[in-house]
């Protein structure tokens, strides 16, 4: 998003007019083009939400808790490639957006956090709801402002929108005191930003793009791996291109699923500690990785020393602190990845001219793998429904032109697994600080972005129980997601855990959801209560039927409560602490496959 003066001539020479700070918030807000934004009201941003109250430029939605308008704001940015806006008052309301902003912060998503701040007169003395929100998101955030002058706040929200959105993207904080919302001054526009040293690189070093396309050129086992930066770099086109013009095998990371098509024959899929076997393995025995907005965090790389003994590494990012953090990179590319793999492609049809790479003896390895070891799963034996049948069947009914944002935990591995994602911003899911409770509100912030589109939240008993309040938002405001709740009556993944190193001491992990006597909630009650239309699934022959429902039904949201066998477990799954090579595709049993 950039800032530009779209101010008639004729109105130019005229004085600036006089605006107070929470009008120079809303109008800041308009000029920048912002639609959009989530929040919930309180005593220190009071002032700004009377004036938002009149706006017809921006659309409130009022959430039932903060951290469901973080979240909210997160998807919002994440299904559309735009920024999202969350607005809290000062103190719980500021620090319950704190989850969300680490969340942003780890996957690089950009988000404005509005905050209300005290009066600057009462700052420092423990006042009511004071709470330094600038300090405690200090380490989660690409940058904050305290703003306690109304003269400021035009600067300060395009300066924050800047940030957000360029370079790597990420949460940027605003906290505005309450004297500051409610004195007036000028509003100047367009404001000049001054931002010492913050001057993000785009354009990649020439000498260092053809030396990772002679690298790449000589390759005998060249790995293309893509993270969430191709995403957020809004490069999936290139990367095609690219990736066809190689001819090299692709992975996907959690966070880019989407990036590059899972029906290119390029593609391994998944790596990492439940990814598919080829992508795993794949690293263990390419000599070449060409890193592409990833960050070799450990669910991809396992035991640091063990991860790809073979490889050299080019890495291409626009954060240089990224850059050989884990992994030392032979070729460094500092620079958008979208801008970088144009140029790669260039120096690489140069590269190959006069010997055309072959990579003939890696594909019969990889199709080997492929073979030997499809994505499949389990058949449940206690009567209950297969959960990865249930997401599989929700993707293929579906398409891939709908967004689907999943919960943290096994729902989101088998979302990850077994829906077909084809485009990017289909697929939002909380990767880096695995967020539970992401799943509703992203949901909503999603389809609040992309109306037009089928919005599923994949999400577990457990997640689900975090932030389901939202449903309330959504009945209100007239945002239909469909809501998909994989209950195995437990937190699943703690479970898996236990079950595998824990000697099948399952503590304090039985939630208790339904499948057994009791049902704590009752999740079609609890769903009609807020206004939705609820549907329980326990056999199989329901699944197809109860997905068709949620799909014809658009005039408010959908519930369906899949009970599902609490003993199915994800696979394959590398263990923490271990090296790749050590992936487990089954554990102890003869396993039922699907075709991948």
């Not at 890193?291 to 035991?303: E, H, M, N, P, S």
């Not at 829906?419 to 911003?425: F, L, V």
Request: glycine share 10%; hydrophobic share 45%.
């Amino acid at each position: 998003m950039s800032i530009t003066d779209s101010t008639p001539k004729s109105q130019a020479a005229r004085a600036p007019e006089i605006l107070t700070g929470s009008g120079a918030i809303l109008k800041s807000l308009e000029m920048l083009g912002i639609k959009d934004a989530f929040g919930l009201p309180g005593g220190a941003i009071m002032p700004f939400y009377d004036e938002l109250m009149a706006s017809t430029a921006v659309r409130h939605i009022l959430v039932r808790h903060e951290q469901g308008a973080g979240h909210a704001a997160e998807g919002y940015a994440a299904a559309s490639g735009g920024i999202g806006v969350a607005i809290a008052t000062s103190g719980p309301g500021a620090t319950n957006l704190v989850t969300a902003i680490a969340d942003a912060y780890m996957d690089s998503v950009p988000l404005l956090a509005i905050t209300g701040q005290v009066f600057s007169t009462v700052m420092g003395t423990d006042a009511f709801q004071e709470v330094d929100i600038v300090g405690i998101t200090m380490p989660i955030v690409k940058h904050s402002f305290l703003v306690k002058d109304p003269a400021e706040i035009p600067a300060t929200i395009a300066a924050a929108v800047h940030i957000a959105t360029t370079g790597r993207p990420g949460p940027v904080l605003v906290d505005v005191t309450k004297d500051a919302q409610q004195n007036t001054a000028p509003f100047v526009w367009p404001p000049r930003l001054d931002l010492p040293g913050y001057r993000p690189v785009t354009k990649a070093h020439g000498k260092q793009v053809v030396a990772a396309a002679q690298l790449i050129a000589e390759a005998k086992r060249p790995l293309v791996y893509v993270g969430g930066g191709v995403v957020r770099a809004k490069a999936s086109e290139e990367l095609r291109e690219f990736a066809e013009l190689v001819g090299a095998p692709v992975v996907t990371t959690l966070m880019a699923r989407g990036a590059f098509p899972d029906s290119s024959p390029l593609h391994l899929g998944m790596p990492g500690m439940h990814g598919s076997v080829p992508a795993v393995l794949a690293f263990q025995e390419c000599d070449l990785i060409v890193a592409l907005g990833a960050r070799f965090d450990d669910r991809v790389t396992g035991k640091v020393s063990e991860f790809a003994p073979d490889a050299q590494v080019v890495h291409v990012d626009i954060d240089p602190a990224e850059i050989g953090k884990i992994r030392e990179a032979q070729v460094p590319i500092v620079g958008d990845v979208r801008d970088v793999l144009v140029d790669l492609a260039v120096a690489y049809r140069d590269a190959v001219a006069a010997h055309p790479a072959d990579y003939a003896a890696w594909w019969q390895r990889l199709t080997t793998l492929r073979e030997t070891y499809p994505l499949g799963w389990d058949e449940p034996t206690d009567g209950h429904l297969s959960p990865q049948k249930v997401i599989q069947r929700i993707g293929e009914l579906t398409g891939p032109e709908a967004v689907y944002a999943a919960g943290v935990g096994q729902h989101q591995m088998w979302a990850a697994q077994f829906i077909r994602y084809e485009r990017p911003n289909a697929w939002l899911n909380s990767g880096g600080a695995g967020t539970m409770g992401y799943a509703v509100p992203a949901a909503m912030g999603a389809k609040v972005a992309e109306p037009d589109r089928v919005v599923w939240a994949i999400d577990g008993d457990g997640c689900f129980q975090m932030t389901n309040q939202e449903l309330a938002t959504c009945a209100i405001n007239g945002i239909p997601i469909k809501v998909a709740i994989i209950n195995n009556s437990s937190l699943g993944m703690v479970r898996q855990w236990q079950t595998l190193f824990y000697e099948g001491r399952h503590s304090f992990t039985d939630l208790e959801t339904g499948g057994g006597t009791r049902m704590i909630p009752d999740f079609v009650k609890l769903a009609e209560a807020y206004d939705c239309l609820a549907i329980r699934v326990t056999k199989e022959e329901e699944i197809d039927a109860a997905i068709e429902l949620a799909l014809a039904t658009n005039d408010r949201p959908v519930v369906i409560d899949f009970v599902v066998s609490r003993d199915a477990m994800v696979w394959p799954m590398v263990p923490q602490g271990v090296g790749n090579s050590s992936v487990q595709y089954a554990r102890d049993h003869a396993p039922h496959w699907e075709e991948d």
